[in-house]
């Protein structure tokens, strides 16, 4: 059954492929952003009957961190360090594409055989979580600028996010709250950092950065 | 009953064609502010053509020559696997969009030997570009009717558009839509539109098809003209087929109905041509793997 919850998780899945094939830093910002967006919405759709307060400021409260507050930093950052805004990853668009791809049918694979007590609210929830982990690592790995890092970080968060949702009867609120606390802090120390490291050593390239020995 | 209005269809497909061409430039025009050329005019160019000799370099062999009539076998054949309205084709058999996928493929061979046969450096260059956007083409032609086959659960092309229906679009419309928007990049590049290839270029460096057959004159020019008109056909029904499942269970209305529906999909290739620019060279692979990836998450989603 098609129901627009499986088309706003099919979106999301776009998104990730969208994210492995760009290749400007606004775009990638931009893209995270929606991520955001369309896991508000599915928490508030997720939800069989009427959603209680606290989906609501699940929802909202992720909505304004991912959508409003980290583009807002993000975009900050890319202003005040002053880098080339394109990506230059160490492996291809075509061939992240690719690699997307697999991982996809990996995760679909993986997210059939994981027994979980109690049943997601998509079968598609599950899989689309492995993948997006699979993107998050796959954008650390293979983009070389430190803010795509942290793009990539905000990925497989959102992944743990979604996973969060699949299962929101057993998770308290105060957890996914106090991840989504964590997640704020870190972005708000990378974006100190890298204007830091910018400020140091004029560059924000991470082959780079791991010659940094004492 | 049946065979007549195959006959029927199969040669008015054959007949309007070049239509489609002109309905493209009509709504370039109309978006230009320009009055556009008469609809009729693939019609006159073809016929201005045929009408002309041909003229063959020394150094060309009879490949030059015998190129366009196999493309012209290979797509009237592809035109047959069509389904009529709503039933299957009389030439249909399992296994038939594998066929339709290597006859687009001989089809090319051909031409791509023949600009190889003119021993001109820059149509070698063409026929390099075409070979390597067609081989990305292909796989996600071929992910894409995979995905359809799987969905529908039919190995053969007629059976596969014959069975999509409005209750497959509810019921699992995330297949069908990414199988569907990535046949019409599919569309886009093996008919040489916008954003793939600029058909109006002229501007030596960056054309790709129509690099191809600067050798080509007369009679031959003709028939590739007509070819390309009969392939952007051919993929707009498939892609009609798909998008407008709507059935009024008469053969004739449905086939009447498809044939102004894939005027409708000339009509949007008309306004991607007049709202956008061709791609950059080196980005048109990233948006072919993209339409792959497309396809094969389709496939995916199919199997489990």
């Known amino acids: ?44 759709a997720s939800q069989p009957g009427a959603a209680s307060a606290r989906i609501y400021i699940l929802a909202l409260g992720n909505i304004a961190t991912k959508c409003l507050l980290f583009p807002w930093l993000f975009y900050r950052a890319v202003k005040e360090v002053n880098i080339r805004r394109e990506v230059e990853p160490y492996v291809g668009y ?23 007590p109690t049943k997601a609210f998509s079968d598609l929830a599950v899989p689309t979580v492995f993948f997006m982990l699979w993107v998050g690592l796959l954008l650390i790995i293979s983009r070389n600028k430190a803010i795509t890092q942290v793009v990539g970080y905000l990925v497989m968060e959102n992944g743990i996010y979604l996973f969060g949702i699949s299962f929101v009867e057993a998770a308290p609120l105060f957890v996914e709250l106090g991840v989504l606390l964590d997640v704020i802090v870190g972005v708000f120390i990378m974006g100190i950092i890298i204007h830091q490291i910018d400020r140091q050593f004029d560059t924000l390239h991470v082959g780079q950065l791991a010659n940094l020995k004492d | 009953m049946i065979s007549l209005s195959f006959a029927v269809t199969f040669v008015s497909s054959l007949a309007v064609a070049p239509l489609y061409l002109s309905i493209i430039n009509k709504t370039k025009a109309f978006f230009a502010g320009r009055q556009g050329p008469p609809l009729l005019q693939p019609y006159i160019d073809i016929w201005k053509l045929l009408n002309k000799g041909a003229v063959y370099s020394k150094t060309t062999t009879s490949i030059l020559f015998v190129s366009p009539v196999i493309g012209l076998g290979c797509l009237i054949i592809a035109t047959a696997f069509l389904p009529v309205g709503r039933t299957p084709s009389i030439f249909a058999f399992d296994g038939d969009f594998i066929v339709l996928a290597y006859l687009f493929a001989l089809m090319r061979f051909f031409f791509i030997i023949a600009a190889l046969d003119t021993g001109s450096s820059f149509e070698g260059m063409g026929a390099s570009r075409e070979a390597y956007f067609a081989t990305l083409t292909e796989v996600a032609f071929i992910l894409g009717l995979a995905a359809m086959a799987k969905k529908t659960g039919t190995l053969c092309l007629s059976g596969m558009l014959t069975q999509i229906s409005g209750e497959m679009w509810k019921q699992s419309g995330g297949i069908l839509a990414l199988t569907a928007s990535s046949l019409f990049i599919v569309l886009l590049s093996e008919c040489a539109r916008i954003p793939i290839d600029d058909p109006n270029t002229h501007l030596e460096l960056t054309m790709i098809h129509e690099v191809m057959v600067l050798d080509h004159s007369g009679p031959d020019f003709a028939l590739i003209h007509y070819l ?74 199919g199997l489990r």
């Open chain 1, 1 to 44: 059954m098609l129901s627009w919850l499986e088309a706003l998780i099919i979106l999301l899945v776009l998104t990730n492929f969208a994210l492995l094939g760009s290749s400007r830093l606004a775009s990638l910002i931009r893209l995270v952003a929606l991520q955001g967006m369309l896991l508000g919405i599915i928490t508030i």
């Open chain 1, 94 to 116: 075509n061939l992240s594409l690719l690699a997307g791809v697999i991982s996809f049918g990996l995760s679909l694979w993986l997210g059939d055989r994981l027994p979980f």
């Open chain 2, 228 to 301: 390309s008109c009969l392939k952007f056909w051919i993929i707009g029904s498939v892609l009609v087929r798909m998008v407008l499942p709507a059935t009024v269970h008469s053969a004739w209305l449905d086939q009447a109905m498809v044939f102004a529906a894939v005027a409708g999909i000339a009509v949007a290739v008309g306004l991607i041509e007049s709202s956008m620019a061709r791609l950059k060279l080196n980005t048109v692979p990233q948006l072919l793997v993209g339409a792959s990836t497309l396809s094969a998450l389709a496939l995916l989603l």
